[in-house]
């Protein structure tokens, strides 16, 4: 009926917004069942997926404000899981619902003067046929029992409120990059490539070839006694290069010409 009184004042206002024209068409008719699902923080379970577990996530309680502004909490236990989808719309549009039992707000709720909290006894049911609301309307409740000696079962459990994870909601439609509480700064360390020099090689010819060890490996950018020698006498060569002398690096005299002129022959 709803939907209907929607589409004629769409009709007859003209009103061309493709959201609203799909919702006046309605769902689908067929639906997605879901056993949980996580919104607002809450992660939920149907009654019959819940059973047997150490966990309990069906219960829930939903918020009213009545025509004398009066609120209103209904406590329920969830029953089903539907999405729907609007078929009429450009877009993907769904919808989730939650189908539920609801227990009467007048004769099966409670509040405990002892310890100020909201009692709810389950087996006393809402008569009117009102089980769907959306899914975003829900707040997650945790019926707790009372401890009792008693055989027989105190049909009064306490309503207590779950506190909505943050994280659950923030990742239930898109991912989303959350800061760290603490982020590490990580540099990789430097690569340091360990030669090992001092390694025993073997001469075909015989014995062991030790190599010379890391410390007393030649530094290329100090020039070796040979090449000191080297310089040493090209400098002298230079020097004495005007007075007829050579020098050309060897210690021996036999090297070494010397030539005098005899002058008793050229007489």
């Keep these: 009926m709803l939907l209907l009184c929607l589409y004629l004042q769409i009709n007859s206002r003209g009103i061309v917004d493709p959201l609203l024209v799909s919702l006046a068409w309605g769902p689908g008719a067929s639906a997605k069942v879901w056993r949980q699902y996580v919104i607002n923080g809450y992660t939920y379970h149907t009654a019959d997926y819940g059973e047997g577990r150490p966990t309990t996530n069906s219960g829930l309680c939903v918020p009213t404000i009545g025509y004398d502004n009066s609120e209103t909490s209904f406590f329920g236990v969830l029953q089903e899981i539907l999405e729907l989808e609007m078929p009429s719309c450009a877009k993907k549009l769904t919808c989730v619902l939650f189908r539920c039992t609801w227990v009467d707000p007048t004769r099966g709720v409670r509040k405990n003067p002892k310890y100020n909290m909201i009692d709810v006894n389950l087996s006393r049911v809402y008569p009117k ?139």
Excluded at 163 to 175: A, E, G, L, M, V
Excluded at 208 to 225: A, C, F, G, N, Y
Aim: aromatic residues 10%; negative net charge.
């Design 129 to 267: 046929n009102e089980p769907f609301i959306l899914a975003q309307q829900a707040a997650q409740i945790y019926y707790a029992e009372y401890p009792s000696t008693r055989r027989t079962q105190n049909p009064w459990v306490c309503a207590c409120p779950v506190r909505p994870n943050k994280i659950k909601s923030q990742t239930q439609h898109k991912d989303v990059d959350l800061d760290a509480f603490q982020q590490q700064f990580f540099q990789p360390p430097p690569i340091v490539e360990t030669v090992n020099y001092n390694l025993q090689l073997s001469d075909p010819n015989g014995g062991r070839v030790e190599v010379m060890p890391e410390t007393h490996l030649p530094d290329p950018t100090i020039p070796s006694e040979r090449e000191i020698e080297e310089m040493y006498v090209a400098q002298q060569n230079a020097q004495y290069q005007e007075e007829g002398e050579w020098i050309d690096g060897s210690d021996t005299e036999e090297d070494t010409v010397y030539v005098e002129n005899d002058d008793s022959d050229s007489e």
